[in-house]
């Protein structure tokens, strides 16, 4: 499946695929493909500062998230408990979910890495497609993201 996919009838699965294209984009080291669905968006993680557009995101995945031989993070983040608060009449919605980061390499078993909430506001343009408008990304709890998470660069 790709992003030429056919959106499921509905906001409802038009959103979910939306959030769940996050997760594949960036569970496949597809940074590009992670940042274009932030196009006209902004992105902020952990109460950073926040990045606005694909170049932004693109940019800032690249700088934070490790990846290795198979160019992927070896990351599977799982989204769980997706409330959506749809306003059909405004073309807008809103979401929350839950997710949960399972990393696992040759030296270091699968685990869970991390786990939080995303907070969504989304769009629907003129032809009736659902846009990603804001993420806030919101880790409650981390394991060992030595192998996820890039050292600071001072």
Known sequence: MDDASPAPAGPYGQIANLIARYAFATDD?????????????????NHGEPAYGAAAVTA???????????????????TTNLLVDIDEPGGTARSRSYFTVLQSLPAFPLQPIAAGHYQDRFTRDPAGAWHFTARAVHTDFTGDTSHHVRPPVH
């Open 29 to 45: 080291g597809d940074f590009p493909a992670l940042g274009r669905l932030f196009d006209q968006a902004t992105f902020t993680l």
């Open 60 to 78: 800032l995945a690249q700088r934070v998230l490790q990846t290795y031989e198979d160019g992927t993070p070896r990351t599977r983040h799982v």
